[in-house]
Nanobody, 125 residues
């Protein structure tokens, strides 16, 4: 059974940093593409970063240069290092996975099969 569990969220002041983790189980043999999404109140969920099994990455423009996605396949863990955080980064953050390869733009919700429950990130000004 596939399970994704996010952790590392919290409250931080603007300009600060946080590192999110997503522990994945039941996926190792599937060599998944994995991504981070976020949903702010009143807004749709958006894809912000994705990484394939080979380590190639893709980011939405709003986080390029500030966020870094990475993965440790041996530990089955996905990470999102967030720096220079802004109030507009406040959202619930979700990790997601799809077996074998990233699809389309890598950042569309519809292309991912498995989802975590989310971890809240709040950035104050």
């Amino acid at each position: 059974q596939v399970q994704l569990v996010e952790s590392g969220g919290g409250s931080v002041q603007a300009g600060g940093s946080l590192k999110l983790s997503c522990a994945a189980s039941g996926l190792t043999d599937l060599r998944p593409c994995m991504g981070w999404f976020r949903q702010a109140p009143g807004k749709e969920r958006e894809g912000i970063a994705a990484i394939n099994n080979a380590g190639s990455t893709n980011y939405v423009d709003s986080v390029k240069g500030r966020f870094t996605i990475s993965r440790d396949n041996a530990k089955g863990t996905l990470y999102l290092q967030m720096s220079t955080l802004k109030p507009e980064d406040t959202a619930m953050y979700y990790c997601a996975a799809v077996p074998l390869f990233c699809r389309g733009s890598w950042l569309l919700e519809r292309d991912y099969y498995y989802w975590g429950q989310g971890t809240q990130v709040t950035v104050s000004s």
